[in-house]
């Protein structure tokens, strides 16, 4: 069968198979937890071993090991993401849903991922940038929400409130995340109770925002 212009009609790229997409979802999980178990470097047989897939399916999936990394981070962002709009609409109270997203979060060792965006990582690839929109729509929609309840003090911006995600997260040098992981739920909320509104005390310097965080410090 031929369009009207004669030439006949683009086919579709087949769609994967369901044990295709199935293998890609493990390693992508495999690759995540290995990541923030043992940094970006990890072998990728090891990385295939823990996703109980071949090499030959891990390499036909990611051939260059920056096309895994940034699909771990596609997901964790899309993971945390799915996090901030879940809890906006599931708590009514504007705070409890800041608080919810923040444990979120922080379960997702985002700190811990951060050192794979250094060097020569493309954070402007367009499949990220749109991402990393979704994710901080989603989250200043949460403080936005909060401020105007009056629930979050009006000095703090998003960019506060990931950076903090960001580095309460991060294992500290020589410290393992499962050794470092008790702790973290402890540090946040001692930083939540510092957020909410009235504010105990003045804080120095401006509200950081997204744009800061996007010039020079790690993203979300």
Known sequence: MTSDTGTAPARRAPRPRADALRNRERIVTAAREMFVEFGAQVPYDEIARRAGVGNAT??????????????????????VTELAERAAGEED?????????????????????????????????????????????????????????GRLRADVGVGDL???????????????CSAFAPFVRRHLQVFLDGLEAPARSELSG???????????SCPS
């Not at 990931?162 to 393992?176: C, D, I």
């Open 58 to 79: 891990l390499y036909r999936n990611f051939p260059e090991r920056d096309d895994l990394v940034r699909e771990v981070v596609l997901s964790l962002l899309a993971r």
């Open 93 to 149: 109270d504007t705070f409890a849903a800041l608080r919810r997203f923040v444990h979120g979060a922080a379960d997702e060792r985002v700190g811990a991922l951060c050192p794979m965006l250094d060097g020569g990582f493309d954070r402007d690839h367009p499949d990220l940038v749109a991402e990393r929109e979704r994710l901080e729509g989603a989250v200043q929609g949460l403080v936005d929400r909060a401020q105007r309840a």
């Open 162 to 176: 990931m950076v903090a995600v960001s580095q309460l997260t991060r294992p500290l040098p020589g410290t393992a």
């Open 206 to 216: 401006a509200a950081v925002t997204l744009e800061d965080l996007r010039r020079d």
